[in-house]
């Protein structure tokens, strides 16, 4: 009989040894799913908080920065060069609200601000962010155009509502308003006023034999 408790006592052990050595396992292929999805978590949280400024427009790159910075100096010694111009002094006015025109084309893409008259209060282009070539259609290039026609109007004029009109059949028609948007903007309509052709062009004249 002692043998037999014995051994029964062992198996029981055993048993207790390989749950407990499961039970580890187990933890151990959980952990990093947790872990993963924590870091998961916290980039999101990094994106989300980081990249706004006070003003709550995106932060631009450092690629784009540089090119601005470039082109700067390029302006600034090109005015050096030529007669210096007469400063006009800035009345500062306040523009809650105006209108937005996005045109863009399969070339470029070009986004003019202007309050609810018509007067232009900031404009942007791909050619003005340093994009050259194929590079100036794509919709990263009118979401950098947008921030910075949006960063310019918002400073100096404090801009808040817009009306957006759209014209063109470009690619980056899409994220340049989402773009609007993601910088501060309320966009309270968006019309498309792209040309639409409704008789389409005059006809030959018929051929005489």
């Avoid at 580890?24 to 994106?47: F, L, M, R, V, W």
């Avoid at 105006?98 to 070339?107: E, L, P």
């Avoid at 994220?175 to 966009?187: M, V």
Wanted: proline share 3%; glycine share 8%.
């Amino acid at each position: 009989m002692s043998e037999d408790t014995t051994t029964k006592e062992e198996v029981l052990e055993e048993k207790k040894v390989v749950k407990a050595a499961k039970a580890k396992k187990a933890e151990a292929t959980e952990k990093p799913e947790t872990s993963e999805k924590a870091e998961k978590e916290e980039k999101e949280t990094d994106i989300l908080s980081v990249g706004k400024d006070a003003l709550g427009l995106e932060e631009l790159p450092e690629e784009i920065k540089k090119k601005m910075e470039k082109k700067k100096a390029e302006v600034a010694k090109i005015s050096k060069k030529g007669k210096k111009a007469i400063k006009k002094k800035k009345v500062a006015k306040k523009v809650t609200s105006g209108k937005v025109f996005i045109n863009a084309t399969y070339n470029n893409t070009i986004v003019s601000i202007t309050d609810l008259q018509g007067n232009v209060l900031s404009w942007a282009s791909a050619g003005v962010a340093g994009f050259k070539g194929p590079k100036k259609s794509t919709p990263y290039a009118a979401q950098i155009i947008s921030r910075l026609a949006v960063g310019k109007a918002r400073e100096e004029f404090g801009l808040m509502d817009v009306v957006v009109y759209v014209k063109g059949v470009g690619t980056g028609r899409e994220s340049a308003i989402r773009s609007l948007n993601n910088n501060g903007l309320n966009i309270t309509q968006i019309k498309d006023v792209t040309p639409v052709p409704h008789n389409g062009c005059r006809q030959r004249k018929p051929r005489r034999v």
